[in-house]
């Protein structure tokens, strides 16, 4: 597959090199040469410096027979009109784009991506990817990561393991013995910097982040397992009042359960917009460092603080201080991914990484065969994958153990109609079937193939 990546910066960098340690043809295209640099320095893509916009910059990078366009600049208008471009002059035939503004999301004016209009097939918005992987986040504050799969029925979490771990230094073949009821796999296991597919003797250590599977009826019944208590989130303070932080507040204002809700913002201005967006939230002007305006917002009885400003520095100090001031939990949003070593020593209990959440939309689009849902894990190390079985499929038919999966890969959960069972090896893979898997970054492309349909569905 030919595909054209325009921007070079964190999330376009991550998309080409998923595409290309895949073995696609990939340009990446971006006005910094540095970048354009740096992309064809550590991946084996092709660069051009330039305006993505410019029909002769596109035309360099091969738009006339390319597959796929991704604009993912820093400029809603530079990502709309390179479609734009796309599509009149080169009849790319699919183009995604990532949009920030929230005007040009409105569900009133989605009529403009119509292909006679702005001709965007997907559009992707980081803010929305990020306040839904927060909600994700409360949902389940002792994981330090979260996703839905199989129409919201299967949960994947991920843990850390302490010494009040019950089942610590028990290999996972006799976790299936003492808990022959609960609904859930261990599918990935890191350990000591590494991330690994789990054998069934393999045992749990203390220290060991693991990512497990589990029917969402039995998260709580998993995390307890684990050693992990689930306490009910009833008052949320959050810190950052822009985009993400609205939405996560608004979303939090339908929830049926009634949390209270208090953000900090520390411009008057985007308050005031927050205050006029909200009816049950309370706004306060003020700098989420300073201890007066977190005694005023109740920090010592929230039950979780959640910060979201666009500055990772402040995240942090902000999720520190609100943890020495007795909040249990803290989230802080996180851009910059060499930050993310310090979350365990500086006692931050889970971190949202907007370029991970924009990748995973991204890579969504743009998997092979009847893929519907792609969630990317740590720094790109693997990803789940929960894709429909087809008749042409090779995996079609077969019992689980005679499936020739790479030893990085295993399946999750598997839905059959409407029923989500816990796959054995003797379960048998059928057409229509929709499975979940996990997948080391490696293995992605034998797990296509073993997806992949005789012809591309793009």
Known sequence: MKVIICGAGQVGWQIARHLSGEKNDVTVVDSNPELVSRATDTLDVQGIAGFASYPDILDKAGARDA????AATYSDEVNMVTCQVAHSVFAIPRKIARLRSQSYLDA????LYRRDHMPIDVVISPEREVAEAALKRLSAPAAFD??????GRVQMLGLTLD???PVVNTPLRQ???LFSTLKAVVVGVRREGTLFAPEPNDQLFVGDEIYVFTFTEDANRTMEVFGKDQKKQERVILIGGGNVGLMVAQQLEKRADRIRVKVIENSRAVAEVAAEALERTIVLHGDGLDSAILSEAGIDRADAVLAVTDD??????ASVRAKSRGCPMAIALINDPTLVPLMNPLSIDA????????VSSILRHIRHGRVRDVYSIGDAEAEIIEAEVLSTSPIAGQQVRDVDFPEGVLIGAILKGKEVIKPKGGTRIEEGDVIALFSLASDVPEVERLLQVSIDFF
């Not at 009133?108 to 009529?111: P, Q």
């Not at 990772?312 to 100090?317: E, H, S």
């Open 163 to 165: 010494e009040e771990c």
């Open 67 to 70: 597959d796929m366009i991704i």
């Open 146 to 151: 979260t996703e839905t799969f199989l129409d």
């Open 312 to 317: 990772d520095k402040v995240n942090m100090l």
């Open 175 to 177: 976790l299936t013995d």
């Open 351 to 358: 971190y949202i990484n907007p370029r991970a959440t924009t």
């Open 108 to 111: 009133i004016y989605s009529d």
